[in-house]
């Protein structure tokens, strides 16, 4: 059974700094594109930030361009999202996806696998 499981949200001061993890079993994603996306109360589920298996392409928000940074250790099976200069208005719940492709898609529809998503609250 394949599972995405995310951690390292919490509630942190604007200005200050999150990292998630994203740890995925049941099969590898060594070679497939990853992401990160987020859904706000009352909003639609949009992508923070996609990368593809080599790490070389990568699709940002451009909201957090400069500010977020997306990680992936291949070898463990790991993504990760590094959030630094918050803002409330990045407050929701962010889900960790995979793909079973290669191509650097912006839609959830374009990911198969899911966490359960880990909430980020930010005060300002």
């Known amino acids: 059974q394949v599972q995405l499981v995310e951690s390292g949200g919490g509630l942190v001061q604007a200005g200050g700094s999150l990292r998630l993890s994203c740890a995925a079993s049941g099969r590898t994603f060594s070679r497939n594109t990853m992401g990160w996306f987020r859904q706000a109360p009352g909003k639609e589920r949009e992508l923070v930030v996609a990368?593809?298996?080599?790490?070389?392409?990568?699709s940002y928000l451009d909201s957090v361009k400069g500010r977020f940074t997306i990680l992936r250790d291949n070898a463990k099976n790991t993504l990760y999202l590094q959030m630094n200069t918050l803002k409330p208005e990045d407050t929701a719940v962010y889900y960790c996806a995979a793909s079973t492709g290669t191509g650097l898609s912006e839609t959830p529809s374009g990911y198969d696998y899911w966490g359960q998503g880990t909430q980020v609250t930010v005060s300002s």
């Open positions: 990368v593809t298996w080599s790490g070389r392409r990568t």
